[in-house]
């Protein structure tokens, strides 16, 4: 990915933080009880991925990376106590699926796909929590 894509990813997480702030919707995973907020990178995979830092203070931004509208709706397909499925639905702006897998508290695998502004992303990488946020 370019670096555009991700400065755009980095705004939409703290968006997403932002709009899951006193959400009385917002899912409560078991998995995501074993990861703590502060500064993740993300290293992507595949042909051309690049490597990120993000500030996360909701570890629900791992969630939902390429949508970060107010109005996304998330739907939890499954919870478990090391992996997470959620849905989520953003009316205009697209809609998405992302399975995250809790291999420690600090690394975690992500795969999410969807439509994002009429067009389809795949995003999968591997999250590391490397600290508290600068």
């Known amino acids: ?3 555009a894509v991700w400065r755009a990813l980095a705004v939409a997480a703290a968006m997403t ?3 899951w702030a006193g959400a009385a919707d917002a899912p409560k995973l078991a998995a995501l009880q074993k990861l703590e907020p502060g500064e993740w990178e993300l290293r992507g995979r595949g042909k051309g991925a690049e490597t990120r830092k993000l500030c996360v203070s909701d570890v629900r ?3 939902q990376i390429r949508h970060a509208r107010a109005s996304c709706r998330s ?7 090391q ?4 849905t989520y639905d953003c009316a205009a702006a697209g809609n998405g ?3 995250l897998r809790v291999e420690t508290a600090r690394l975690i695998q992500i795969s999410s796909q969807g439509v994002v502004d009429g067009a ?6 591997e999250g590391r929590r490397i600290g508290a946020c600068r």
């Open 120 to 125: 389809p992303f795949v995003f999968v990488a």
């Open 1 to 3: 990915m370019g670096k």
């Open 97 to 99: 699926r992302t399975d």
């Open 17 to 19: 933080a932002a709009s």
């Open 75 to 81: 739907f939890v397909v499954s919870d478990e106590a």
């Open 83 to 86: 992996a997470a499925s959620i």
């Open 61 to 63: 931004q791992l969630l």
